[in-house]
């Protein structure tokens, strides 16, 4: 099932790939023009426009002045000639001011008549998004099936921490692994340790065991040494179980049976307890 979700997972990327340079080929690179060359030029040319329109404002300035204080002088040949030489220089700058104004509007113009195609960039990065999304969709939706079909064929599921119910009809048993094989373990190696069930064990045993449990795999040599991690990962799942084997439902007659003192109708007591388990339960329990 791994295999599978990573081979998709693959598809995916491929899938990805090929969009992403789809997208910088169509959409990207001539974008990259707009962006990197006439915009810029458009607000140089503005820049530009506006640096001439303060020099023609100066140079009218200037020429203004000495207009006004040629009428005041007794030299008036000088300060005419002097204005006459202004008033060129400000005419010049008047002249750069259209100049630029005119190429500022063709610039301007020549973008606005390009929005069309600016537009069918777009168009085609929708396009291009739609199309990677469908291909995805349609390979997602084919292999989904099998990954569900899989994974419910999948016998090998956790099972601490599951319902006894779940794990019983998932892995087609009457009794649960770890029940099985815990029990198993212990009849074989952990029958005369002293402390069974009261001593704790090693937490990385522990935790390896319940892992392997699990998995359903467990090799009995291994932990035979070691009965006390058996009988933690006994006492483990049965202690994570969601309903207790015993069940919610019986407990006030499991506690009314524990306080008989007259040990035959104790014992009958707790037998007709046991009666009313569930079948599931009953064969796990007896």
Not at 26 to 37: K, Q, S
Request: charged fraction near 25%; include cysteine.
């Amino acid at each position: 099932m791994l295999k599978l979700c990573g081979e998709t997972e693959d598809k995916l990327a491929q899938e990805l790939i090929h969009f992403e340079l789809q997208v910088e080929r169509d959409v990207i690179e001539p974008l990259f023009l707009l962006a990197e060359v006439e915009i810029p030029n458009i607000q140089k040319q503005r820049k530009h426009l506006a640096k001439l329109v303060l020099d023609m404002d100066s140079s009218r300035t200037r020429w203004q002045q000495t207009s006004k204080s040629s009428g005041l002088s007794s030299s008036l040949q000088p300060a005419g000639a002097k204005a006459d030489a202004l008033r060129e220089e400000m005419e010049e700058a008047a002249n750069r001011v259209e100049i630029c104004r005119d190429q500022l509007s063709a610039d301007m113009y020549s973008f606005v008549a390009k929005e069309i195609d600016y537009a069918n960039y777009f168009q085609t990065l929708i396009e291009v998004q739609a199309e990677y999304h469908r291909k995805s969709l349609t390979l997602l939706q084919a292999v989904l099936p099998q990954i569900k079909a899989q994974q419910e064929a999948w016998v090998e599921k956790p099972s601490f921490g599951k319902p006894l119910e779940e794990h019983l009809m998932i892995s087609g048993r009457e009794i649960a692994f770890p029940i099985e094989a815990c029990v198993t373990m212990l009849l074989e190696c952990g029958m005369q340790e002293e402390g069974l069930f009261r001593v704790a064990p090693s937490a990385s045993k522990l935790k390896k065991l319940k892992a392997a449990l699990d998995c359903c795999v467990v090799d009995i040599q291994e932990y035979s040494a070691d009965p006390h991690a058996i009988a933690g990962a006994l006492k483990s799942y049965l202690r994570e179980l969601p309903e207790p084997l015993m069940t919610f439902e019986l407990y006030d007659e499991w506690i009314q049976a524990s306080n008989i003192q007259e040990q035959d109708k104790k014992l009958q007591a707790l037998w007709n307890a046991c009666e009313k388990l569930p079948k599931a339960n009953h064969n796990n329990i007896r």
